[in-house]
């Protein structure tokens, strides 16, 4: 197996097509967007990643990565597009009942279909975007069907199919995705085990880790599972935080000396979980079992409410001032990284734009936002000047790293830092 096809160049279709071409293989790097694949064929990378522009040039420079706007001939085939969620807007919501958000597959669905013309006997198509359990099975395997070959797993196939295909989720964390990608274990789901060899054989290039073959509707939920398992937690530790506050404890210490005992390990409070994994991929889980999954619900409520609530302190600690001007720092989901999809960030500072505050955002990651181009500051001085509060939104190294009493300032601004990021003065 030489030439890989690797469709959607973003956070994780980039890196893997990288990967594999410069482990020696032939890689076609597929994005249905003319801007990413324009900036990409002129040596620029559109994606903040430690080490990623690297990759890509090493990789665009050994000629073994080509940049096209569709899929062409290759042996193997990966599917690295978004799934994202939608708000189901039908009359149940309407009329006042929960929305439960469902993933909407058009991206998985057209990818697929693009390369069906291509797909050649002993093809290996493999899915790595995270989908609802049973995807790779009830809605990739019809389609990769019309190719009119035996496709391994679907109904009336021979026993040996002639196209293999595998579910292969990655795991990779936003801001370690290089080092994740080599060294985390790789789940490799087949629809049988000779697609599941395959696909491992194919990740083992690069994959320093075990690779776990599984069948492809286990590997779906292992994902899943483990996006969940992180969102109810960081849920719990959410509850924690409005629990101290309503008995009047500090909860950063409350919580070092929980955890101080040896079987318990609670996450971090902030003002809520963004980014376009762990805010999302619960749903997919309460999706294929909405009435056994009360609490995956609950805690996505739970955290989806934290944006609201640090606009509650902000109304409660600034009640007493006239015309304050909230100086917000950090806008992206989480620290050092530019994504700002579901950012409680962002849902903060536009709560407080609504509420009729005066605000200047600064993220020294983001220079546009739709909506919020008013209250983008250039710099974390200009954020600063004329402020009555900041309001530490996230913890980017830029604020972590400050001097203590840097915020503050000489003007002794109230200062509230939802990550518990800053450095303390020194106790006198
Ligand atoms: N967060 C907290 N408290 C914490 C930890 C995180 O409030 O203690 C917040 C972060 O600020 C952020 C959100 O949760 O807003 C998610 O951040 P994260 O660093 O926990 O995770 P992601 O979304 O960047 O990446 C996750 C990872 N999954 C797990 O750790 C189980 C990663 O391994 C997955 O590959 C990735 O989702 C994905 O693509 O699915």
Same mark, same amino acid.
């Given at each position: 197996m030489s030439r890989i096809c690797v469709l959607g160049l973003g956070y994780i279709g980039l890196p893997t097509a990288a990967m594999f071409a410069t482990h020696g293989f032939e890689v076609i790097g597929v994005d249905i967007n003319g801007h990413i694949v324009e900036t990409l064929s002129n040596g620029d990378v559109h994606i903040q990643e430690p080490g990623l522009k690297t990759l890509v040039r090493a990789a665009l420079q050994s000629g073994n990565l080509r940049i096209a706007g569709e899929p062409g001939p290759a042996d193997a085939f990966i599917i690295a597009v978004p799934t994202p969620f939608e708000r189901n807007t039908g009359p149940a919501c309407r009329s006042g009942a929960t929305s439960r958000p469902s993933a909407d597959l058009r991206y998985v669905v057209s990818a697929a279909e693009s390369v069906v013309p291509h797909l050649r006997p002993r093809s290996l198509v493999v899915l790595e975007s995270t989908v609802p359990p049973r995807t790779t099975v009830e809605v990739l395997l019809p389609i990769l069907s019309r190719c009119g070959l035996s496709v391994a *797993? $679907?109904? *009336? &196939? &021979? /026993? $040996? *199919?002639?196209i293999l295909v595998a579910h292969c989720p990655e795991r990779v964390l936003p801001g370690r995705i290089l080092e994740e990608l080599v060294r985390n274990d790789r789940l490799v789901g087949g629809v049988d085990r000779a697609s599941a060899e395959a696909a491992g054989a194919l990740y083992a290039s690069?994959?320093?880790g075990e690779t776990l073959l599984t069948d492809a509707t286990t590997a779906e939920t292992v994902k899943l599972m483990e996006n969940t398992y992180r969102d109810v937690n960081i849920a719990l530790a959410n509850e924690f935080s409005l629990v101290a506050q309503r008995v009047g404890i500090d909860v950063w210490q409350a919580i070092e000396l929980a955890n101080r005992h040896p079987r318990v390990n609670i996450l971090r409070p902030g003002p809520g979980v963004g980014g376009h994994c762990i805010a999302v991929d619960p749903w997919f889980l309460v999706q294929a079992a909405p009435d056994v999954t009360p609490l995956i619900q609950v805690a996505r409520q739970v955290n989806d409410s934290m944006p609201a609530r640090v606009v509650e302190q902000v109304r409660e600690a600034l009640k007493?001032? /006239?015309r304050p001007v909230i100086a917000c720092l950090g806008l992206t989901y989480? $620290? /050092?990284?530019d994504d700002v999809r579901e950012s409680p960030s962002v849902q903060v500072v536009r709560h407080l734009v609504e509420a009729g505050y005066s605000v200047r955002a600064f993220d020294p990651y983001v220079r546009h936002l739709d909506g919020l181009e008013g209250v983008l500051a250039e710099s974390l001085g200009q954020a600063l000047a004329g402020a009555s509060a900041v309001l530490v939104l996230t913890d980017h190294r830029l604020f972590r790293e400050l001097p203590p009493g840097a915020l503050e300032g000489a003007e002794g601004r109230l200062v509230l830092d939802t990550r518990h990021c800053l450095r303390s003065q020194p106790r006198p």
């Open positions: *797993g $679907a109904p *009336g &196939s &021979s /026993d $040996a *199919g002639q690069f994959v320093e007493r001032v /006239d989480k $620290a /050092d990284v």
